[in-house]
């Protein structure tokens, strides 16, 4: 448990799949601090991929359907897999049940990346799911606060 939570979903599960799978098939929690991010993850590398972000309000994720909605909406549009709905219902669930800092209303992010890049031999594999990142934490950047947007 801790105030800062970071999950990486099973792309396999999470796109593509159909039925919520068992729940140590959907996401692994990882130390925040540590470095997970391929370098030639498509995300990294061009920015390719997509994010949805809620308020997480004393447990409950506000107008989670419609963001995953969204989430799904933006996946078509740019040619990425279908999001499995249930199982992302399911994974939110896990990554807030993981948090246990008193703040009442945390942000919750799901990004989602591409995967890696088919052109290195990293990425060359035929079956490529997405990378998928879940975060929530309870301290955001506040406007105010940024020096660099006075």
Not at 48 to 64: C, H, M, N, Q, Y
Not at 83 to 88: C, Q, S, T, V, Y
Not at 113 to 123: I, W
């Amino acid at each position: 448990m801790s105030s800062i939570v970071l999950a990486v979903g099973n792309g396999k599960t999470l796109f593509g799949g159909a039925g919520v799978a068992p729940d140590a098939d959907l996401v692994r929690f990882v130390d925040p601090e540590s470095p997970i991010i391929n370098a030639f993850d498509l995300c990294a590398l061009r920015g390719d991929g997509i994010f949805e972000a809620t308020t997480v309000w004393k447990g409950f994720p506000v107008s989670l359907e419609n963001h995953l909605k969204r989430l799904a909406n933006s996946a078509r549009l740019v040619d990425m897999l279908e999001p499995n709905i249930p199982a992302l219902t399911r994974a939110v669930q896990l990554v807030i049940d993981q948090y246990d800092d008193p703040e009442p209303g945390p942000m919750l992010r799901i990004i989602v990346s591409r995967g890696l890049d088919p052109d290195t031999g990293v990425g060359k594999a035929a079956d490529r799911p997405p990378t998928v990142y879940m975060t929530r934490r309870a301290r955001c950047i506040r406007w105010s606060r940024s020096p660099w947007l006075r």
